[in-house]
């Protein structure tokens, strides 16, 4: 799922490529804002933002497609069984069975952006623009769904104890129970649209807000320090000493340490509205302008790649390796040594 893991750290324990060596790259006639996600046998799932979903075997050939699944900005993610979740702009959250059929869609009053994420016990979390944040299960029905003050764009990130965080275009980051109760929420002085939150391993919640803050808040729902860096629609990742990476607008990649100091920046190409991806060696894989870039622990450059168009898209890494991404030129690329 998107962020590799419910708390959405977004580090994978695979390395990946060392060089921006192109595998394949294939056409899917679309833009493609969505981030792979990577099944069990190493099916590649991807939307786009036209009128098929798309699944990729892992040498480039197309394995299905699903045709009615249109303008799919979301982001997949994968039940244990197997049936792959993704919402769209005409709504809907899709439940598409593993051979690509659909199994079921539940339509929302506002298009789908945000990224599903699923509990340990199948249940499936998205929020929509119509301001709800939803419970689904497993077969379809409403579980629950929780009213926020605005658009809930953000993908939620659920905590070890259960705990749903998700953030709203109202201004607040949302901590919900999982029987859809508010725990707490906190008000980030300016919306959470695009950021979605990432949870540390001390249970601190990271998260950007569209004015340019970036918010370390604990579990109690009070903030343990925020920075500001201009405006962030990009989405925090935590590597393994517990450093933070996140995106700009200002073309910048930070890191920041722990306790809310800057590590190091590294300035890319133009807007980073990908998501940074950290590799099982921490190498820093993201999108920035039309580049691919690969970045060391220390900030250094290790490889780029131009790919035809912007890439909004964030990065995926296979069992195996491979880099996996989209592009706005209609690409998903495939990068490996």
Known sequence: MFGHEPQHTHRSPFVGPQTGNLKWKFDTGAVVYSSPAIGADGTIYVGTWGDYFYAMNPDGTLKWRCEGVTSAYSSPAIGADGTIYVGTFDNYLYAINPEGTVKWRYE???????????????????????????????????????????????SPAIAQDGTLYVGSEDGYLYAVSPDGTL????????????????????????????????????????????????????????????TIYMGNCDHYLYAVNPNGAV???????????????????????????????????????????????????????????????????????????
């Open 183 to 242: 725990k707490w929420k906190y008000e980030a002085h300016a919306p959470v649209v695009c950021s979605s939150p990432a949870i540390g391993g001390d249970g601190t919640t990271y998260v950007g807000s569209d004015y340019g803050d970036l918010y370390a808040v604990c579990a109690d729902g009070t903030v343990k320090w925020s920075y500001e860096m201009g405006q962030v629609v990009s989405s925090p990742a935590i590597g393994a000493d517990g």
């Open 108 to 154: 929302t009053a506002g298009s789908v952006y945000s990224n599903p994420a699923i509990g340990i016990d199948g249940i499936v979390y998205v929020g929509s623009d119509d301001s709800f944040f939803y419970a689904m299960n497993p077969d379809g029905t409403l579980k629950w769904r929780y009213k926020t003050g605005w658009s809930v764009n953000s």
């Open 263 to 337: 590590r190091w920046t590294y300035e890319t190409a133009g807007f980073i509205f990908s998501s940074p991806t950290i590799g099982g060696d921490g190498t820093v894989y993201l999108g920035s302008s039309h580049y691919v870039y690969a970045l060391n622990p220390n900030g250094t450059l290790k490889w780029r790649y131009s790919a035809g168009s912007s890439v909004h898209s964030s990065p995926s890494i296979g069992a195996d390796g491979t880099l996996y991404v989209g592009s706005d030129d209609g690409y998903l690329y495939a990068f490996a040594d």
